[in-house]
């Protein structure tokens, strides 16, 4: 492997570790600031990556998604424990969607921070393999925000979108349909797998090439 694979592969790892690990870091925090302390008292809004890890999401799957040459590596942190009762009790239904969309406040907002500071180098400049390693770490962090912010979107459980979804259904007794997202819970992975593993991804994956198109071409 030459030397610019191996830094772009390292770039691309440490990008999806920073977008995966903040997403969990940031439910925690949103969750701390409307006084649940779960997170905090088990150490969950640490930098620290290993407290994070999930031995599936954070290293099989991408390592997976890499050797099979998949056009992007995908995955997750070890959720952060919230004990959403008391976040409703003190923010109310409200303070639950904040918390659930938390994650996805802070990878659309690395990717935008990315996207201005991409704009501003000077790719003919890059006179060493530091620069290129900066580079690619940048790149890569649009991208995998970007990937991560939408894919969370989605109103499918156990994704942040189908969380809000709920409780923003319940804030405004809309019951049918927080039943109905309560009862899709245990069809969630399954539903999921049907979108990203069928022909079905074409569409499930378009809103991410759109947006990665617009800001990075």
Same mark, same amino acid.
């Given at each position: =492997?030459?030397?610019?694979?191996?830094?772009? #592969?390292? &770039?691309?790892? #440490?990008?999806? =570790?920073?977008?995966?690990?903040?997403?969990?870091i940031m439910h925690g925090y949103m969750a701390y600031r409307y006084g649940d302390y779960t997170a905090k008292s088990a150490g969950r809004l640490s930098i620290n990556p290993l407290v994070h890890i999930d031995p599936i999401g954070t290293i099989l799957v991408p390592a997976?998604?890499?050797?099979? /040459? &998949?056009?992007? =590596?995908f995955g997750w942190a070890k959720p952060v424990p919230i004990y959403v009762r008391e976040v409703i009790r003190n923010g109310g239904y409200k303070g639950a969607i904040n918390v659930s969309l938390a994650g996805i406040y802070y990878n659309f907002s #690395?990717? !935008?921070?990315a996207t201005v500071i991409l704009r501003y180098i000077d790719l003919d400049s890059i006179s060493s393999l530091t620069e290129l390693f900066l580079v690619y770490f940048i790149f890569q962090t649009v991208v995998y925000?970007?990937? !991560? /912010?939408?894919f969370n979107l989605y109103p499918i459980p156990p994704l942040d979108g189908s969380h809000a979804l709920a409780y923003f259904a319940s804030w405004n007794r809309w019951d049918a349909l927080a039943n109905l997202l309560e009862a899709a819970n245990r069809y969630g992975m399954v539903i999921l797998i049907l979108f990203i593993a069928t022909p079905l991804s074409?569409?499930?994956?378009?809103?991410?090439?759109?947006?990665?198109?617009? #800001?990075?071409?």
């Open positions: =492997m030459e030397n610019k694979e191996i830094l772009q #592969l390292i &770039a691309t790892i #440490l990008a999806l =570790m920073v977008a995966i690990i903040g997403h969990e997976i998604l890499y050797i099979s /040459g &998949a056009p992007f =590596m #690395l990717a !935008l921070i925000n970007v990937v !991560l /912010g939408i074409t569409y499930f994956f378009a809103p991410i090439r759109y947006v990665l198109s617009l #800001l990075i071409g």
